[in-house]
């Protein structure tokens, strides 16, 4: 009687145990999504980094559910970048065209850009002024 006794209380609180430990399927979405999707880009430092006119830009896309629109930017490190940092970058989704000591240009995804703009290296982003050669 008293190995059936402790056996029935081994397994309530086993019971116990595992239901308090269980991951509900928000908790294990959320242990695959990357840290810029845990929290809105706009509560995040990378935001304080981008101008307002990447902002905006940004903001309409995600509006509009075009998270595939690219920006041409330019973006500025804190110091010249290392070919970890490069490629850290390039990982991100910002694909480089040129870099000259802690400035890139490039061009990136709207789904990408809260990632590149929390890069530890990352000071400054802008999106770039498009550029034509008619006269005015």
Not at 10 to 36: G, Q, Y
Request: aromatic fraction near 8%; include cysteine.
């Amino acid at each position: 009687m008293k190995i059936i006794t402790t056996l029935t209380v081994f397994i309530a609180c086993a019971t116990f145990a595992l239901t308090t430990i269980a991951i509900t399927p928000n908790d294990a979405n959320a242990l695959t999504k990357k840290p810029s999707e845990l929290h809105p880009f706009n509560e995040t430092a990378g935001w304080k980094k981008i101008d307002l006119r990447l902002r905006e830009a940004w903001i309409d896309a995600m509006a509009k559910n075009d998270d595939s629109k690219y920006f041409e930017c330019i973006m500025k490190a804190f110091h010249p970048m290392s070919k970890d940092e490069k490629e850290q970058l390039g990982g991100a989704g910002f694909k480089a065209r040129n870099t000259i000591g802690a400035i890139a240009t490039g061009r990136l995804m709207a789904k990408d850009l809260p990632e590149v703009a929390n890069l530890d290296f990352v000071q400054a982003m802008e999106l770039a002024v498009p550029m034509t050669l008619k006269p005015k």
